[in-house]
């Protein structure tokens, strides 16, 4: 990612940003929403290249606690990700005067697109979710438990976690303890996804370490219309990376339909 980010003050603290506004006043701005570990510099450049053949937008930031935002004031709780599409999200949105914006998730961010888009649902106008959590799987917090024991034991994972966060061992705790609590085991988000109204694509790997094929059926047969459902073979959890070009094409034939 070429541009610096910016901060900008909220409610939490402050966040890092990095906003394009787009070649059209009247376009809607693409949301990136990172994974549990992610940050705005993470995405890389997939927001210049989704964006670029399009008169879109894009805002790309991290979330408190990830990246060079704030820290989290307190710990996560099992609603950690309610609480950013609740709170969080809409007060940014605010804050910059973004109306009804296309939103692309991956991972828990997906999920919290999804919540925002079943909460708000005159706020959004599509959604993009690739390997979007709609509840907890024992894969899930099998892979979790796995990456915990190799971090505590790996440097170089640490390292490389680390130079990502301005916290490395706060940002990866707070996501990988969450997760591994007992009381995560009946969270569930299907509830939101049953009063979206924007068009949804989502996007599961084959081979996706984090969930299978039923997070993505879970919700489609949430949604109240159709779901776009694309599987992709050779592919983990993160489609984006794993299948770049595929993904890119993927979205960008959706959005080009959608307008």
Known sequence: MSEEPQLLALEGGEIEFVYNR??????????????????????????ARLCESTPYGSLVYSRFGNGFSSELRSARTPSYMHDEALMVLPEIL???????????GHSDGGSIAAIFAGAFPARCSGLILEAPHAMVEQRSIDAIAAI????????ELRARIGRH?????????GWNDIWLHPDFRNWNIEA????????????????????????????AAAAPREVDRVL????????????????????RAWIAERR
């Open 22 to 47: 787009g070649r059209s006043a009247a376009a809607p701005i693409i949301v990136f929403l990172h994974e549990g570990l992610g940050t705005l510099r993470l995405w890389r450049d997939l927001p």
């Open 94 to 104: 605010d804050r910059l005067e973004i109306e009804r914006p296309l939103l692309l």
């Open 148 to 155: 915990g024991s190799r971090y505590r034991s790996d440097a």
């Open 165 to 173: 966060h301005r916290n490395g061992d706060s940002t990866f705790f």
């Open 192 to 219: 939101y996804v049953a009063r979206i109204t924007a068009p949804i694509l989502a996007i599961q790997g084959t081979e996706d370490e984090y969930g299978t094929l039923e997070q993505i059926d879970r919700l």
């Open 232 to 251: 992709l073979a050779r592919c983990c959890h993160a489609p984006h990376r794993d299948r770049a070009e595929v993904f890119l094409a993927l979205a």
